[in-house]
């Protein structure tokens, strides 16, 4: 698959069958992963992938609980507006997130494979989503979807206790990525174009280019 392909169109993909994902796919997730670069090439990382039926059932309802806490704090007051205003585009879009994320949530032990991904000492994260995309971006590449999940941030403990993270070591949760095969198509992420979020040489300046079409479509 061309690299722009799978940079594309690599979305979060939370609706997916419960068919199991190869061994062979499973170690090119993992190796893709490990090829991203980290400060100092210090590889403090540290990779589960889970598909245990019971261990996925004893992380499905503290998920959820985070999702309720996350939909009740945070997102609550993007819940209301999109609910007084439902015609309006963002309403619209931001419902569209809402049902997938919900989804997820209420099918979280039917994911065939779920990866955790944990890091010692970067609190920046910039020594781990390198390879958290890398892993989806593998995945992709196999027609296998995926969505990066960083909920569990609000029940660390229950989590950590289930998986039996251990408490020395300084490891920090990073991301919870499900894997599936998509029950429906693959489309180019719709963004706000990078004109509108660029600029050059200083933090208002002009960027001198427009680019108001994705460089990369599926026709
Ligand atoms: C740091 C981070 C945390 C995220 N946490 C969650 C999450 O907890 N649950 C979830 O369903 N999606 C989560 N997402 C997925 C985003 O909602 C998703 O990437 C975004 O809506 C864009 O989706 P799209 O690429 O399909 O357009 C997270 C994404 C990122 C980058």
Not at 56 to 61: I, Y
Not at 189 to 217: C, M, Q, T, Y
Request: hydrophobic share 40%; charged share 25%; with cysteine.
């Amino acid at each position: 698959m061309d690299a722009m392909e799978a940079l594309y169109t690599t979305r979060a993909m939370r609706r997916v069958k419960t068919d199991p994902i190869p061994e062979r796919v499973q170690k090119k997730i993992l190796d893709a992963a490990i090829r991203a670069p980290t400060g100092g090439n210090t590889q403090g990382w540290r990779f589960l992938l889970v598909d245990d039926p019971g261990v996925k059932s004893r992380l499905a309802p503290v998920y959820r609980g985070c999702m309720e806490t996350l939909w009740g704090s945070i997102y609550k007051d993007r819940i209301d507006a999109a609910t007084a205003a439902p015609q309006e585009e963002e309403s619209v879009e931001f419902m569209k997130m809402f049902r997938s994320a919900s989804h997820l949530a209420e099918h979280f032990e039917d994911y065939p494979l779920i990866l955790f991904a944990f890091c010692q000492y970067d609190n920046s994260g910039g020594s781990i989503f390198p390879a958290v995309w890398n892993a989806m971006l593998a995945a992709r590449t196999e027609g296998v979807g995926s969505a990066l999940t960083s909920v569990f941030f609000l029940q660390l403990d229950d989590m950590r206790k289930i998986l039996g993270v251990p408490d020395e070591g300084d490891w920090h949760f990073s991301a919870c990525v499900t894997f599936g095969y998509p029950t429906g198509r693959w489309g180019v992420a719709p963004r706000r174009p990078a004109h509108e979020v660029s600029f050059r040489n200083s933090w208002d300046g002009d960027l001198g280019l427009k680019i108001p079409e994705p460089l990369f479509s599926l026709d």
